[in-house]
């Protein structure tokens, strides 16, 4: 992996959250993308060369939904950047992780995205990521 991209956090209220993190971090998000296939509203800050992913859900049976009443609002997420999704991919499952996600799918940010399962990485839902070309 290349390096922590981001760290997704579930919110019940995207423009609440927004206000409370641009006071915790001293600015302002730097992009607002819904992500119909996934069901979520998202809203990126950066800090450190880290990015923190606000995710709201925006219907009842979206993961982020499920999430949030199940657990709450909070982390969701780790995501991580690699090169060559596809082949990432591969060697994850040659290794005996879990994949949610069989191939790369379209996410936020320009991102080509898929999940490992928690059951497989200590009870985290690890993303990794990769630029679209």
Do not use: W
Not at 58 to 82: N, Q
Not at 106 to 114: Q, T
């Amino acid at each position: 992996m290349e390096k922590l991209e981001h760290i997704g956090i579930a919110v019940k209220n995207l423009n609440e959250a927004n206000a409370l993190f641009a006071r915790l971090l001293g600015r302002e998000h730097y992009k607002i993308e819904e992500v119909a296939s996934e069901g979520v509203r998202t809203s990126f800050f950066e800090v450190g060369g880290v990015k923190i992913e606000l995710l709201e859900a925006t219907r009842p049976d979206s993961p982020i939904a499920k999430f949030i009443e199940k657990k709450g609002e909070g982390i969701h997420h780790l995501a991580f950047e690699v090169k060559n999704i596809a082949e990432r991919l591969n060697e994850f499952r040659d290794k005996g992780f879990d994949l949610i996600n069989q191939q790369a799918k379209d996410g936020a940010d320009n991102k080509r995205i898929a999940f490992l399962h928690p059951k497989s990485t200590q009870g985290v839902l690890v993303e990794v990521c990769e630029e679209k070309n």
